[in-house]
């Protein structure tokens, strides 16, 4: 199932976020954020933060630490593989696949580096159509309920 929805600022991007993951019941799920620079990943994640009921404003894109952690309801693991090499980003695998069997949430942008696909994620894909307008496709094989209202 795909679902595309539009957005025309930074704040519907991040309300699109909670109410995924709300719709999707918060634990266990992994997000995989594909997108350009400036394109609104980092944004998405901030509304993951908000749909576990922690601080969004303490989110900020792990590029140079690599992974970030945030705890609301459950622990959101975010990750950001931007400046890491191919091989770098095979060494950094078990790790990933470590956050991902484990309990929470795992976001990760730049998953387009991973080499080899993963299963059981979900793909939230990000496209810049000019100012402050982006398409988010969100790709599952889960049911979900996107109409699930934010708080």
Do not use: C
């Not at 995924?20 to 998405?44: E, P, Q, S, V």
């Not at 992974?67 to 950001?80: E, M």
């Amino acid at each position: 199932m795909i679902v595309s929805v539009r957005s025309h600022s930074e704040s519907e991007t991040e309300k699109i976020a909670e109410r995924t993951i709300r719709g999707f019941g918060r634990r266990n799920r992994t997000f995989f954020l594909y997108g350009d620079l400036g394109a609104g990943k980092t944004a998405f994640v901030r509304g993951l933060v908000q749909g576990i009921d922690s601080d969004p404003d303490e989110v900020s894109s792990p590029t140079f630490v690599l992974a970030q952690q945030y705890v609301g309801n459950t622990i959101l693991h975010h990750v950001d593989l931007y400046r890491l090499t191919s091989k770098e980003v095979d060494e950094f695998e078990p790790q990933l696949l470590e956050m991902m069997s484990g309990e929470g949430v795992v976001a990760v942008e730049w998953a387009d580096r991973l080499e080899r696909p993963l299963s059981g994620v979900i793909h939230v894909r990000i496209e810049d159509d000019g100012g402050n307008d982006r398409t988010i496709s969100i790709e599952t094989t889960d049911e979900v309920d996107f109409e699930s209202k934010p708080s």
